[in-house]
């Protein structure tokens, strides 16, 4: 596939490309250009330019043109779950629910734009303004860098996209290099409905090239990334020399502690969620603290009930639901993770195998809180470190000594106890009977806490990150007015 240039398809301009390989098999799905400098910098040149043009368009008119999307999106959906699938690694039953969250997150950017109201200012409680009308409008950002990571390439995508390009901001998108196709095929499919050419750009390339080449442009107005927080730190520090705003949303170690008045058959169902793409997620439980009482059995019914039910497979059979990394190279660092947390004290008593991307779902019992896995070491993929503890003071301890804060959850029947840990772990979200992997659209989500990031991405806040506001005044337009009152 091509790129997405100012409206038309291109190609690298010194002819380099890159493979995009699938990762259950090897093979070779596509090829793929690597952008050059020029060709980043000509389109945020554009996106500044388009960006012009599509913030007049009218709103309930950026809304038709976005509906005008989602239909082509509903028409092409097997298409795009194939593609999801074939490029991720991902089971298709996953990939059509991915494509079917792009739908919802672009239906909710169209309703709630028409609904971000200005504010008027209380007269007379000011000396000096009695007679001024002072109001505030929302203006788009302008263009605005959307950094889309691996894992869920096209849900994450959309709630880049989505409210972005409602609110009437220009957007230039890199998704990532191990699986561009599906976001390139949007992408298409937006300027198919009738975006304003140039308002959506799709460069592709390494994160460490063409990204740092479109963070470093002054006219990119915000960068918005879901990634490690590495890539956070590195991105800051180019965005500080412009003074460029940005939301991040990074990574996290999200503990779920079980208390011994659980509900198990909800335990276990929730800890399971964790096989979920693989245990690629940003959020959802990675540490499992768990009450000694009960340890034992929770670990037995994991394992029974769960882990040994997984059914893998055809990836486009509808019956399959786990499937593999996103690369080989990423399964032999979860391989190197596990092997270091053994070699640190910890037992594997379940999985621990790796076959080429693929690796089967892990449990490792006698997990200490000393250990890199119960601290900081953010493990992605299907491994279930098991820490045990006795009082909940003790489980809260465990759960925050760490420098991450997505989200985080706690299994219990005490309600007291329940409040006391979502009011002690510092969390941007604490699910009660659930794990940090809930994420309803409407909710706040993300960051906000330690060094898991400061976007909180979500359809009832997200125009707040994509939108600035201008206070506008009327000197003395209330002057007559009040001279008759």
Same mark, same amino acid.
């Given at each position: 596939m091509k790129m997405l240039i100012n409206?038309?398809?291109?190609?690298? $301009?010194?002819? &380099?490309?890159?493979? +995009?390989?699938?990762?259950?098999?090897?093979?070779?799905?596509?090829?793929?250009?690597?952008?050059?400098?020029?060709?980043? /910098?000509? $389109?945020?040149?554009?996106?500044?330019?388009?960006?012009?043009?599509? =913030? &007049?368009?009218?709103? &309930?008119?950026?809304?038709?043109? !976005?509906?005008?999307?989602? #239909?082509?999106?509903?028409?092409? &959906?097997?298409?795009? /779950?194939?593609?999801?699938?074939?490029?991720?690694?991902?089971? @298709?039953?996953?990939? *059509?629910?991915?494509?079917?969250?792009?739908?919802?997150?672009?239906?909710?950017?169209?309703?709630?734009?028409?609904?971000?109201?200005? =504010?008027?200012? %209380?007269?007379?409680?000011?000396?000096? *303004?009695?007679?001024? !009308?002072?109001?505030?409008?929302?203006? %788009?950002?302008? +263009?605005?860098?959307? @950094?889309?990571?691996?894992?869920?390439?096209a849900a994450l995508w959309a709630f880049k996209a989505g409210p972005?390009?409602?609110?009437?901001?220009?957007?230039?998108? =890199?998704?990532?290099? *191990?699986?561009?196709?599906?976001?390139?095929? !949007?992408?298409?499919? !937006?300027?198919?409905?009738?975006?304003? %050419?140039? $308002? $959506?750009?799709?460069i592709t390339g390494g994160g460490s090239t063409v990204g740092n080449w479109l963070v470093e442009n002054p006219d990119i107005a915000q960068v918005n990334l879901t990634g490690g927080v590495a890539a956070g730190k590195q991105i800051a520090k180019k965005a500080a020399e412009n003074l460029t705003d940005y939301k991040f949303e990074l990574g996290g170690n999200d503990p779920l502690i079980i208390c011994a008045d659980c509900d198990m058959d909800l335990a276990v169902n929730e800890a399971g969620d964790k096989t979920r793409n693989a245990g690629q997620c940003c959020s959802g439980a990675k540490r499992f603290i768990v009450h000694n009482s009960i340890k034992e059995e929770f670990v037995h019914r994991l394992i029974e009930e769960r882990l040994k039910t997984v059914k893998t497979g055809d990836l486009m059979d509808m019956?399959?639901?786990?499937?593999?990394?996103?690369?080989?190279?990423?399964?032999?660092?979860?391989?190197?993770?596990?092997?270091?947390? @053994?070699?640190?004290?910890?037992?594997?008593? *379940?999985?621990?195998?790796?076959?080429?991307?693929?690796?089967? %779902?892990?449990?490792? +019992?006698?997990?200490?809180p000393d250990m890199d896995i119960a601290r900081d070491m953010e493990v992605f993929g299907p491994v279930f470190p098991i820490i045990g503890f006795d009082t909940l003071d003790e489980a809260i301890e465990i759960a925050e000594q760490t420098g991450y804060g997505l989200s985080s959850g706690i299994i219990t029947e005490d309600f007291q106890d329940a409040m006391k840990a979502a009011a002690s772990m510092q969390a941007g979200m604490v699910a009660v009977n659930g794990s940090g992997g809930f994420r309803a659209q409407e909710l706040?989500?993300?960051?906000?806490?330690?060094?898991?990031?400061?976007?909180? #991405?979500?359809?009832s806040s997200v125009l707040e990150e994509v939108t600035q506001e201008k206070s506008i005044i009327f000197r003395y337009a209330m002057k007559s007015y009040n001279e008759t009152v």
């Open positions: 409206g038309r398809q291109a190609d690298a $301009a010194d002819g &380099r490309t890159f493979d +995009v390989i699938n990762p259950s098999t090897g093979a070779v799905l596509d090829v793929v250009p690597a952008a050059t400098k020029d060709q980043v /910098a000509e $389109a945020v040149a554009g996106a500044v330019e388009a960006q012009k043009k599509w =913030k &007049r368009v009218r709103v &309930r008119d950026r809304g038709e043109i !976005l509906r005008r999307f989602m #239909e082509l999106v509903k028409e092409n &959906r097997d298409d795009l /779950a194939k593609t999801i699938t074939l490029e991720t690694g991902k089971p @298709i039953f996953d990939s *059509y629910g991915e494509i079917d969250s792009v739908l919802h997150t672009f239906d909710c950017s169209v309703e709630i734009v028409k609904h971000q109201y200005g =504010k008027t200012m %209380p007269m007379g409680i000011e000396g000096g *303004y009695d007679d001024d !009308l002072q109001i505030t409008v929302h203006e %788009p950002l302008g +263009v605005i860098a959307c @950094i889309v990571p691996f894992n869920f390439p972005a390009l409602a609110a009437g901001n220009a957007i230039v998108v =890199k998704p990532a290099s *191990y699986n561009p196709l599906c976001v390139l095929k !949007l992408m298409n499919l !937006l300027t198919e409905a009738g975006v304003t %050419p140039g $308002a $959506a750009q799709c019956e399959t639901d786990f499937g593999c990394l996103i690369s080989e190279e990423a399964a032999k660092e979860v391989e190197r993770q596990v092997e270091l947390t @053994i070699k640190q004290g910890a037992e594997l008593v *379940y999985g621990g195998h790796r076959r080429g991307a693929f690796f089967e %779902p892990t449990v490792l +019992v006698n997990v200490s706040p989500f993300g960051g906000g806490k330690k060094m898991s990031g400061n976007s909180r #991405e979500c359809m």
